[in-house]
């Protein structure tokens, strides 16, 4: 029997009845729908999934490579229609998680964010209140790290820290999976972890990151299951601290074990637009990057590295 194959018969029903109390679908539970936003029109965000017509070049690549994969040599596509949108600011998470960021960098985090609108700003929690104050009135999102980088803290640690950010003002969520729990087939400790998690930081989305550089093709199939399963909203390949970051192989591994239910974050290493338009061709709607205003711009950040 596959680890996968065991991690299906680990959904006792007295996991069931937790998903089913978080309106989360599991394995004979009703499937999440994805929200009917109709017929696509110019002004959607770029890169959100669309519901309509199930094979947006735009939206969905994923399922256009699905097609080609079957046998399909060319799609048709309205006039304008590309790859990916040309707005790819929308699509990033504006990021600086030094252990040694200052003040003012953070607050020229924000206004880089401002200026180029962002999807959010992600920081560690101590700066959240901070970054509150800095965007409010603007459509930027505050977003912070939970568990960072490591994701070895127990389960109700990681929870107090999502509470105590969302409380002070975050609206999304980036916690760090359990590796070794994951490594060693401890998959209730897993589910357990990221499930608090979710329920502490509700309504805001969290995207669980799974440090795929460190795991092998099945953990990282587990690691998404177990995360769509516990109700995140987005799973999320790598911290950025660790020996890799996102691959286009990786994020369209995890874009088709989730589906279109929930989103695909490509993060560590993405630093140029040809960067964020490979990760949003496999499948990303959300990208992760410091290097984000070079991105936008086209223009280099010199040496400047990581988070």
């Avoid at 939206?59 to 006039?79: I, L």
């Amino acid at each position: 029997m596959s680890d996968v194959d065991r991690l299906v018969d680990l959904i006792t029903d007295k996991v069931r009845a937790r998903l089913a109390a978080q309106s989360v679908a599991g394995p004979g539970l009703t499937t999440i729908k994805p929200r009917d936003r109709g017929d696509c029109t110019a002004d959607d965000a770029p890169g959100a999934d669309c519901a309509s017509c199930g094979s947006c070049v735009v939206r969905r690549p994923w399922s256009v490579r699905a097609m080609e994969g079957a046998g399909a040599m060319r799609v048709g596509a309205p006039p304008g229609i590309g790859a990916v949108p040309a707005d790819l600011a929308k699509l990033i998470d504006h990021t600086l998680l030094k252990a040694d960021a200052t003040r003012d960098e953070v607050v020229a985090l924000c206004a880089e964010a401002k200026q180029h609108r962002f999807a959010s700003v992600c920081v560690n929690t101590t700066w959240v209140g901070l970054c509150k104050s800095l965007l409010a009135g603007t459509d930027v999102m505050v977003c912070c790290v939970v568990g960072f980088p490591l994701g070895a803290m127990t389960p109700t640690a990681k929870a107090y820290e999502a509470r105590d950010a969302v409380r002070q003002g975050a609206r999304e969520i980036d916690m760090v999976i359990n590796l070794g729990a994951l490594k060693s087939k401890d998959y209730e400790t897993v589910f357990e972890d990221i499930c608090r998690v979710v329920k502490a930081a509700a309504p805001a989305g969290v995207k669980v990151i799974l440090e795929t550089s460190t795991l092998d093709h099945d953990q990282k199939v587990i690691g998404c299951t177990l995360s769509k399963l516990a109700g995140a909203a987005f799973v999320k390949t790598s911290t950025g601290f660790a020996k890799g970051g996102a691959t286009v192989e990786d994020v369209a591994l995890m874009r088709a074990i989730v589906g279109t239910e929930i989103g695909v974050k490509a993060s560590g290493g993405v630093r140029t637009a040809e960067d964020a338009l490979r990760m949003a061709q496999a499948g990303a709607n959300r990208i992760g990057a410091s290097a984000s205003v070079a991105i936008v711009t086209g223009k280099t950040e010199g040496d400047k590295k990581g988070y």
